[in-house]
């Protein structure tokens, strides 16, 4: 079964902690995937309902993954108008060694100066102001390909459904 993006748009969004204490092999496969490369591809909502795709950096800290955006650029627009999102791991090389991961859910700003400051501290992010979200999670997934058995193998997890495996 291949599971429709936001089929169960009634689902509450989860932090990445509670995903990791449910499915701690899965959460490893897929922090290591997002943490292999620095850059990502963020996907957010136009006011039109059109797509929007940019460079992104999602650093996971303490059970929560962020990211972050220079003052009133398009994507902050987006997130803060309709927090929806998804952001796909670097591609890398093509050669889907190490799999693909991709996370999707809603956004929330993180408007607390004090919260906003510390996160800034703990990421390394360069002075002066930016946006920052907070990703709640609706849907992980996580793809590899398995060469010996010529079969692709997608892992996806939501909130109160658990694990669901195809392999094609």
Known sequence: MIVDDHDDMNAEPTSWS????EQP???????ARFQW?????????RSDGA???????????????YLGSMPGALKARDLQRDGRFAVHSNPGDGSME?????????????????EV???????????GPFHLFR???????????DQAREVMTITSWRPGRGVQVVER
């Not at 092999?25 to 922090?31: G, H, K, N, P």
């Not at 999602?58 to 929560?64: A, D, K, S, T, Y």
């Not at 991709?102 to 004090?114: F, R, Y």
């Open 117 to 127: 400051a510390r996160i800034a501290a703990l990421i390394g992010a360069p002075p």
């Open 135 to 145: 990703l709640g999670l609706d849907l992980i997934v996580f793809s590899e390909v």
């Open 37 to 45: 490369t620095k850059h990502h591809v963020l996907a957010t909502l």
């Open 51 to 65: 797509p929007r795709v940019s460079g992104t950096e999602v650093p996971l800290v303490e059970g929560h993954w």
């Open 18 to 21: 509670t995903f990791e204490s």
């Open 25 to 31: 092999a899965l959460a490893a496969a897929v922090s």
């Open 98 to 114: 190490g799999g693909d991961a991709k996370l999707s859910g809603v956004a929330t700003e993180v408007l607390d100066e004090d």
